[in-house]
């Protein structure tokens, strides 16, 4: 269960009725999401990573080298279930009718189709969001640990209109205007493009583009013509 007021933070997870803690320090939980992130990583190296960050458990002299040495602590049966238990802790399970995040004053963060900010790509905006806003120094909530998952995510989602953080959102949701002329669609091009995360650089850059330089992009790149042709 995510932070509750009335029941305050669950900081376990129960898998094969084995009751196991985890640290979701917002820092660590931050590395997790790079972590999974990483393509160069595979499955069985991610599941080991996982459980070694996550699971707030002593390993004794030395972290385990591999998941048979996990074994000697976590019961072989419960170490997929567990995997899955921490990312359904961190990230949830919501159907993607459901699957919209929202701030608290109702803005769309994220949904089933897009998602409008990365925590590692916008590090910077959300620093100086919080500094800005709350007066929280990240680096220091960092060093000292004491920082929850759970109340950094509420923070996020509290953070004013007028912080970096959520200015650079509204700029990546931003529409074209229906009647806007080709200069004004140049400049909110611009804007998009100098904060666009990097899955969606892309295709900013392609926007921009004039047709013979979209021509010769998509011969490049072996596609179809372009509308227009």
Not at 7 to 21: A, T
Not at 41 to 57: E, G, N, Q, R, Y
Request: aromatic content about 10%; charged content about 35%; cysteine-free.
């Amino acid at each position: 269960m995510p932070l509750s007021l009335a029941w305050g933070i669950d900081d376990y997870v129960v898998v094969n009725s084995h009751k196991y803690p985890i640290d979701l320090e917002f820092s660590k939980v931050l590395r997790w999401y790079e972590m999974w992130k990483d393509k160069e990583l595979d499955a069985h190296t991610k599941i080991f990573s996982s459980l070694v960050m996550i699971v707030a458990i002593e390993w004794g002299e030395s972290f385990p080298a591999d998941l048979d040495e996990i074994a000697e602590v976590i019961p072989y049966e419960d170490i997929i279930p567990l995997s899955e238990a921490i990312i359904k802790r961190i990230a949830g399970d919501q159907t993607p009718s459901e699957n919209v995040v929202r701030d608290l004053k109702g803005n769309i963060l994220e949904d089933e189709n897009r998602t409008w900010y990365d925590f590692e790509e916008d590090s910077g905006y959300i620093y100086s969001s919080f500094l800005m806003d709350y007066g929280m120094d990240l680096l220091e909530e960092r060093k000292k640990k004491t920082l929850h998952w759970d109340k950094f995510n509420a923070l996020v989602g509290g953070l004013s209109d007028e912080t970096h953080f959520k200015r650079v959102i509204r700029i990546r949701q931003m529409d074209y205007p229906k009647n806007a002329d080709q200069d004004q669609i140049e400049e909110i091009r611009k804007a998009k493009q100098a904060v666009a995360l990097k899955k969606d650089r892309a295709a900013l850059e392609f926007e921009m583009m004039d047709l013979k330089q979209k021509r010769e992009y998509m011969a490049k790149q072996g596609g179809g013509g372009v509308d227009g042709e």
